[in-house]
């Protein structure tokens, strides 16, 4: 439970700083974090959201993927690291061709960031040793994805090694999902052009996870799936 909140906490306070929503200073003493953490998940879930709002094109890929995993490989210094890799597939429902430019962000309950590269040779080891034909690297994917199971796209998303104390982590993947809102950009100048004035958030799945055990980066211990959600970002 206590990695799970933390992991919760720190997602939250990532989506908030997006959104650069400064809290007043008087909800800063008196509000439990708890529950300020089970607003700010309710105020961000698209579900929750005026449907008047919500603009975009109205289409969503399907997005499959495989639990994270890690893989141990010697960097051009000679040091051995564990990367870690997300395997997914999208498949087009639409009725005509969507662009696939996908972005893969990673979030720890330690407040690091990893967004996924290319690392051509964690990426080469991915390929020797899961053989998936035709596997794509998301750095590197900017595509039109046709409609149907036949022209679905699978690829890999590479994240840099994390540190040795992180207990979870939550992936966020956007781009796959034509749907955004727009929230009035604080301190925007009134004579600022209309697009100047307001952040774009777009429709985004956030997948999370646990780590066990005090020693995954020595036993390559696999994530604990912790949920799978929707949010704007």
Known sequence: MRGNKRLVWLAVAVVLAMLAVPPHPAWAQQEDPAEKARQAIQR??????????IKGEDWTFD???EHPQPIIVQTP??????????????????????NFVPSFTLFTDKATIRRAGVFPRVYEAIKSSRKIRFLENAANLHTKVLPGEGNARTGVAIFAPLDRETDGFTIFVEGI??????????????????DEKVVRLRRTL???????????WLNLDQPV?????WTWR
């Open 44 to 53: 961000n879930d698209p579900d929750q959201v005026d449907p008047n709002l």
């Open 63 to 65: 997005f499959r993927f």
């Open 77 to 98: 210094g000679g040091d051995r690291e564990v990367y870690w890799y997300l395997v997914y597939t999208v498949t087009n429902r639409a009725d005509e061709a969507k």
């Open 177 to 194: 999902s034509g749907r955004y809102i727009e929230r009035p950009r604080p301190g925007a100048k009134p004579d600022a052009p209309e």
């Open 206 to 216: 956030a997948i999370a996870y646990n780590l066990p055990g005090d020693k995954w």
């Open 225 to 229: 799936f912790v949920s799978k959600t």
